[in-house]
């Protein structure tokens, strides 16, 4: 084969040439606009030649053709955490279905990083951006969303979100999930409960704190000294906080981490290096409901997070702000579900 040809970019008049039809059905099909345009048939060959002249859209020229973008930024901060994978799902899949496509970047929990991938989204064009913020105290996150707010620039804030920024969110009743969750351990008759949450001040972990102290409160238990604080990020010290918990002359019956599913189930972990049998001697619940937490044992009671609707919903509202409609400061929370499992028990 011809090197030259070999390495030629296949474009939507070959495409056209070898379905033997016109370049504006062509491209109608490859934008998904062809319903009730483009005959069957002809649509058949056109998505045959595709196939076998190994056609590969040209982004970069689409947007300086037409102006227009359809690219959309996400970034989570840690693509590794088992949360993320779902709510990715469920943004991705609704951007396929709305003619949008997705490029994610991995902040690692590093403003630095976030910052540096919002200046990369910049440089390309994107049309929009879809973030999942760091744990950041001193306000940069702030800053730069109002920045990019003046700007013009489409931004979204899911799963972390904090209304101080007056952005669209989509992200959970953290506040009324943590309650929940907090009044079902009281109803099993745990009424010493200690709460496990990292420091810092994200918006959603202060909500759960919230939720629990509601619940403590107005069935007259006792929070004080009932709040444990992890390291914000790697949880360096969970080792310390689990045995302060369990040495503590309050004598917990129960561990409520609102700081997710993989802290709970290191927890569970640690109990047993202290030889504490859980539920037995203690229970231990979590926040998320990510897949491993149904498989461990005992399988963790937690609060299931609609992962996939949450990717959704944002992804529909990206639209709507792309599209100019009036957006500002709104918000969408899910609720979240009670998940029993058996790393709690009864206590009579």
Same mark, same amino acid.
Not at 21 to 42: F, Q, R
């Given at each position: ?5 070999? +390495? ?24 998904g606009k062809d319903n009730g345009k483009v005959a069957d048939k002809v649509k058949k060959r056109i998505l045959e030649a595709i196939k076998k002249l190994n056609y590969q859209p040209n982004l970069n020229a689409r947007t300086l053709k037409s102006g227009d973008s359809v690219l959309i930024g996400l970034i989570v901060p840690s693509i ?19 003619g949008y496509y997705i490029v994610i970047f991995d902040s690692e929990n590093d403003f630095a990083k976030e910052e540096a991938y919002v200046r990369t989204l910049r ?135 609102? +700081? ?13 290096? +202290? ?37 959704? +919903? ?35």
């Amino acid at each position: 084969m011809d090197e030259n040809k070999a +390495n030629k970019r296949v474009g939507i008049k070959d495409i056209a040439k070898e379905a033997n039809t016109s370049i504006a059905s062509v491209s109608l099909v490859i934008n998904g606009k062809d319903n009730g345009k483009v005959a069957d048939k002809v649509k058949k060959r056109i998505l045959e030649a595709i196939k076998k002249l190994n056609y590969q859209p040209n982004l970069n020229a689409r947007t300086l053709k037409s102006g227009d973008s359809v690219l959309i930024g996400l970034i989570v901060p840690s693509i590794t955490n088992h949360f993320y994978p779902e709510l990715i799902k469920g943004i991705m899949q609704r951007a396929d279905e709305l003619g949008y496509y997705i490029v994610i970047f991995d902040s690692e929990n590093d403003f630095a990083k976030e910052e540096a991938y919002v200046r990369t989204l910049r440089s390309i064009s994107a049309k929009g951006i879809i973030i999942a913020g760091v744990y950041d105290d001193d306000g940069r996150e702030e800053r730069m969303f109002h920045e990019l707010k003046e700007q013009g620039v489409p931004l979204l804030q899911v799963d972390r979100f904090n209304p101080i920024h007056q952005l669209p969110y989509v992200g959970l009743d953290n506040y009324q999930a943590s309650y929940e969750m907090t009044k079902y351990l009281l109803s099993i008759g745990h009424e010493r409960i200690a709460l496990l949450m990292p420091q810092g001040k994200q918006y959603i972990i202060e909500e759960r704190r919230r939720g629990y102290e509601k619940a403590m409160k107005e069935t007259d238990h006792d929070i004080e000294d009932g709040i444990f604080y992890l390291d914000a990020i790697h949880f360096s010290n969970l080792d310390d906080c689990v045995k302060n918990i369990i040495e503590s002359p309050k004598r917990f019956t129960a561990i409520y981490d609102a +700081n997710g599913d993989i802290s709970a189930i290191e927890v569970i972990k640690e109990l047993r290096k +202290n030889d504490l049998i859980v539920p037995d001697d203690i229970g231990v619940t979590g926040f998320d409901d990510v897949y491993v937490s149904a498989l461990i044992k005992p399988a963790l009671t937690t609060i299931r997070q609609p992962k996939y609707e949450l990717g959704k +919903n944002a992804m529909d509202l990206m639209k709507q702000i792309i599209d100019g409609n009036n957006t500002e400061n709104m918000g969408i929370q899910l609720k979240g579900q009670l998940i029993a499992r058996g790393s709690v028990s009864v206590i009579l």
